[in-house]
């Protein structure tokens, strides 16, 4: 079946220092890609999405781009905020499998910055 | 627009008691998916619904079940409680399923402990 491997963390940074968070992926067909975050005590926010390859999603200064030939879709961010401290998650969906918007998620990887 | 609302927020029960969980979607958003949060088994696929039908539904046993109301509000039940079953469950909705464009959007989750 289809599954998402995110690097483990946590990952500690010094604010405004350069952010990569690997994903990659397993499908057998081509999915939707997600980066998710989740703040303490809260629900999941989508933070940016790819639906093909080549893509790039952008949003707040995050940038991922769906790679088809790695199958991996990286979260970027290139100087990160104490208020960037969070949780990040990967995900797919693959509508075409008849899965619905059924999402698969990554482990999760812990962003924790220091000012 | 109001995001989605789940209630109770937080929720203690004892072993072999049952609980129900609530989630309303977003204003005009057919589908509801829910997930279990935990931090040994990450977020799992519990089911989704649209327009009042069970879409698609996840590796979970028959004593997880829910059901979609005509104004898509959604209920999930969860019966004969186990210790494992104490996560954070959330709840998502998007506009329709299945589509490669389509985005979810998370609740703040119910907390469900049981003793």
């Known amino acids: 079946g289809d599954s998402v491997t995110q690097m483990e963390g946590p990952v500690t940074l010094s604010e405004e220092a350069f952010l990569t968070i690997n994903c990659t992926y397993t499908?057998?067909?081509?999915?939707?890609l997600f980066w998710y975050v989740q703040y303490p005590g809260e629900g999941l926010q989508l933070l940016l999405k790819?639906?093909?390859?080549?893509d790039k999603g952008s949003n707040k200064g995050f940038e991922a781009t769906y790679r088809k030939e790695t199958t991996s879709f990286h979260l970027e961010k290139g100087s990160v905020q104490v208020s960037d401290s969070a949780v990040y998650f990967c995900?797919?969906?693959?509508?075409?499998?008849?899965?619905?918007?059924?999402?698969?998620f990554g482990g999760g990887t812990r962003l924790m910055v220091k000012p | 627009k109001a995001g989605v609302t789940q209630t109770p927020r937080y929720l203690i029960k004892t072993r072999g008691q049952q609980v129900t969980l609530s989630c309303s979607p977003i204003?005009?958003?057919?589908?509801v998916s829910w997930y279990q949060q935990t931090p040994g088994q990450g977020l799992q696929f519990l089911f989704e619904?649209?327009?009042?039908?069970?879409?698609n539904k996840g590796n979970f046993p028959g004593r997880f079940s829910g059901r979609q109301f005509s104004n898509s509000r959604s209920e999930m039940n969860v019966s004969t409680l186990e210790l494992g079953d104490s996560a954070l469950y959330l709840c998502?909705?998007?506009?329709?399923?299945?589509?490669?464009?389509?985005?979810?959007?998370f609740g703040p989750g119910t907390r469900l402990l049981v003793l």
């Open positions: 619904y649209f327009s009042e039908t069970q879409r």
């Open positions: 499908a057998t067909g081509y999915p939707s």
């Open positions: 995900a797919l969906s693959d509508p075409a499998k008849n899965a619905g918007n059924m999402l698969t």
């Open positions: 998502a909705s998007s506009l329709i399923s299945g589509m490669l464009e389509e985005t979810q959007y």
């Open positions: 790819a639906t093909k390859a080549d």
């Open positions: 204003s005009g958003h057919r589908s």
